[in-house]
C-alpha cells in the first residue's frame, strides 16, 4: 500500500485547496483595470489599482438618464446600477476614491444613487460651480446641492494642479482644475510644440467643462489621460504652445469626443495607441473628431457607441461597445507594468492586445 499514500495525501491537499484558496487567497492582482461605462454619453470611468483601490470618475446620470432627470431610487437608477454591476465584476466592495470632474448632470447627477448602493470614502472635485454655471446647463446647481450634502460627511479633497492624488499602486496627477492648469511640465518636455497650429477651438459649455478636474495616470510604463470635458483654452494649454504632458497610451478623448475635443494638436502630442470616446448614439462623437482621427492612423479609436450622426465614419464594429441603444455593454482596459495592455469588448467578449511601445 505505501507506493498509493504519497499521491493520496496530494490528492486531498489539492481537493482542500480547490475548495479553500479562492475565497481565502485570492490572486494577487497585478494590472491596472480601467472599465469605461455606458451612461449614453456622460461619464462613469472606474479605476482598481493593482494594490485594490477603486478610483471611480464621474457617476452618470441621476434617475431615468437624462440632464433633467433627478434621483429616483437606488433601485431603478440606470447609471448607479451599471457602474455597480462593474464594480462587482472588478471585485471591489466600496469606492475608495469617487473623483468628479465637474458638476454637470451626466456626470455628478449618479452621485446620490450610488453613495445608496455601495459606500464611497472619499470624494474629490474642483470645490464648487460657478453661480452662472444654472443658466448655461439647467439643472447643474441642483446637481451640486445634492452632492455638496453627501460630500460633507466623508473625506474631501479639491486639489489643484500638479498636485498628486493619494492613490496606492499609481501615480495620478491633476493636469486641470477649476480653468487653470500646470505650468511646469508632468511629462511633456515643456518644450515648443511643432503640433501646434492656430488657436484652439473654443469650449462649446463655458462655464464647467473648462474647469474640468484632468488627471494622468501613470502604472509602471503605461500612461492614460482623463480630462473629463476639459475643453476651450485650458484643453489648449497643456500642449500648446509648448508640450507640457507628453505622450499617454490610452486618452479618454475630452468632452466626450465633441466637436471642441477635434483639434489635432493634442492627438499629434498625446500620440495615443487608444482613443476612447465616451459617447452616445447622439452625443459626443462629433464628425470632426473622426475626422481628425482619421488622419492618424496609428491611433485606434474605441467607442462605447456607434454614432449615429451621418457624416460620422465609425470605428469599425469590434471596437464599439453599443451598437444601439438595447445594449449597455463596457469597454474594460487592462494594463500592465510593462506598459502593454489588452482592451476587452464588454459586448463581444474579445480583447485586443497593445504590446509594450518602444
Ligand atoms: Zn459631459
Redo the contacts with the bound molecule.
Keep these: 500500500m505505501r507506493p498509493f499514500l504519497p499521491a493520496i495525501v496530494v490528492s486531498v491537499a489539492a481537493l482542500l485547496g480547490a475548495a479553500h484558496t479562492p475565497a481565502e487567497h485570492p490572486a494577487p492582482r497585478t494590472t491596472l483595470d480601467i472599465y469605461f461605462i455606458d451612461v449614453e454619453g456622460?461619464?462613469s470611468t472606474l479605476l482598481v489599482t493593482p494594490s485594490g483601490e477603486s478610483w471611480l470618475i464621474d457617476a452618470g446620470f441621476p434617475g431615468a438618464g437624462t440632464f433633467a432627470s433627478t434621483p429616483a431610487g437606488a433601485d431603478t437608477a440606470r447609471d448607479a446600477q451599471r457602474i455597480l454591476a462593474a464594480a462587482h465584476d472588478a471585485g471591489v466592495q466600496r469606492i475608495d476614491h469617487l473623483m468628479l470632474t465637474h458638476y454637470?448632470a451626466?456626470?455628478a447627477g449618479g452621485v446620490p444613487e450610488l453613495a445608496a448602493l455601495i459606500p464611497i470614502t472619499q470624494f474629490i472635485d474642483h470645490a464648487a460651480p460657478l453661480p452662472e454655471a444654472d443658466a448655461a446647463v439647467s439643472g447643474t446647481q441642483a446637481v451640486y446641492d445634492r452632492y455638496v450634502q453627501l460630500r460633507a460627511s466623508a473625506a474631501h479633497l479639491d486639489p489643484k494642479p500638479g498636485d498628486r492624488l493619494p492613490m496606492n499602486g499609481v501615480e495620478a496627477t491633476v493636469l486641470s482644475s477649476l480653468g487653470a492648469t500646470i505650468t511646469t511640465p508632468v511629462g511633456g518636455t515643456g518644450a515648443p510644440n511643432a503640433a501646434c497650429a492656430g488657436p484652439g477651438l473654443p469650449a462649446q459649455e463655458k462655464t464647467e467643462n473648462p474647469r474640468s478636474l484632468g488627471v494622468a495616470v501613470q502604472f509602471g510604463a503605461f500612461r492614460f489621460l482623463d480630462l473629463g470635458?476639459l475643453s476651450g483654452a485650458p484643453l489648449f494649454a497643456l500642449t500648446c504652445p509648448a508640450d507640457l504632458i507628453g505622450t499617454a497610451d490610452v486618452y479618454l478623448v475630452a468632452?466626450?469626443g465633441g466637436l471642441d475635443a477635434a483639434d489635432a494638436s493634442i492627438f499629434a502630442t498625446v500620440k495615443p495607441r487608444v482613443a476612447v470616446f465616451n459617447n452616445g448614439p447622439r452625443k459626443g462623437g462629433a464628425a470632426e473628431t473622426f475626422a481628425t482621427l482619421r488622419g492618424m492612423p496609428a491611433i485606434d479609436v474605441w467607442q462605447l457607441h456607434r454614432a449615429m450622426a451621418p457624416a460620422v465614419t465609425n470605428a469599425p464594429d469590434d471596437r464599439i461597445a453599443n451598437l444601439d441603444e438595447a445594449t449597455s455593454a463596457w469597454i474594460k482596459l487592462s494594463a500592465k507594468r510593462d506598459g502593454s495592455f489588452t482592451v476587452t469588448n464588454g459586448r463581444t467578449g474579445v480583447a485586443t492586445s497593445y504590446p509594450t511601445r518602444h
Design positions: 456622460g461619464q454637470h451626466d456626470h470635458d468632452h466626450h
